[in-house]
């Protein structure tokens, strides 16, 4: 899971912070071998509670934003979700594409699914939160569905959805890459934690590519 606030946390709590950097000799991208990064299966709704980092299991993106309910995202947090995913579509080898009939169950399910409202149980700060639903079976780190869920006053914006969505293809933060740097280092680019920038960055870049191409 990846969670986005003003302040760095451990796993996937996020902040985000500056700067795009140059590709270097870095594993940013699940799985890294930190075992407590190791995916783990989570509720749909209800409580989630350090399920690690996972990453969708093909390059074929489908998303779905939430359009009723407790969850569901306004106009305008619409927009920017279409805004983030383009920026990855646009610049890796991953296409998205939205998902007006999601599916939530069997083998073709919606690969991720954008919510507006809080996370039970983690503190007002917390921007943000990327976790899996539906675990590929007999993997450690592939997930078939991925929820995001970012508040809504204001909060959704382009680079907050690029990075939460960035954790569903299995981006981590600095302090879980391997070799380990801090969660504010450049070289992360849009997995920062802190004040996002306004690209994904070389690295981030670069390693969805090798992984999904």
């Known amino acids: 899971m990846i969670l986005r606030g003003m302040v760095p946390v451990f796993v996937a709590l996020a902040s985000v912070a500056v700067g ?5 000799a870095i594993d940013i ?7 407590d990064n190791i995916c ?13 980092v996972c990453r969708t299991d093909n390059s074929s993106w489908t998303y779905y934003m939430d359009s009723s309910g407790e969850f569901m995202l306004e106009p305008e947090d619409r927009a920017v979700t279409t805004n983030g995913m383009e920026a990855w579509d646009n610049a890796t080898v991953v296409t998205a ?22 996370i039970p149980g983690f503190p ?41 969505s960035g954790h569903s293809l299995g981006l981590v933060h600095g302090t879980e890459a391997q070799p380990p740097t ?16 306004s690209s994904l960055g070389a690295t981030p ?7 999904y191409n």
């Open 29 to 35: 991208i699940s799985y890294t071998g930190n075992p």
């Open 97 to 118: 594409s939205l998902d007006s009939s999601p599916t939530f169950s069997g083998n073709a399910e919606t690969d991720v699914i954008f919510q507006e409202g809080k």
């Open 40 to 52: 783990a299966q989570q509720p749909s709704t209800g409580t989630v509670s350090n399920p690690g």
């Open 182 to 197: 801090t969660g504010t280092a450049s070289v992360m680019g849009i997995m920062t934690t802190g004040s996002l920038p």
């Open 20 to 24: 795009a950097g140059a590709a270097t």
């Open 205 to 211: 870049i670069a390693k969805v590519d090798g992984t």
């Open 124 to 164: 007002d700060w917390v921007d943000g939160a990327t976790w899996c639903e539906d675990r590929v079976n007999g993997t450690d780190y592939q997930c078939d569905q991925h929820y995001v869920r970012i508040r809504g006053a204001g909060v959704y914006s382009k680079w907050l959805v690029a990075h939460e």
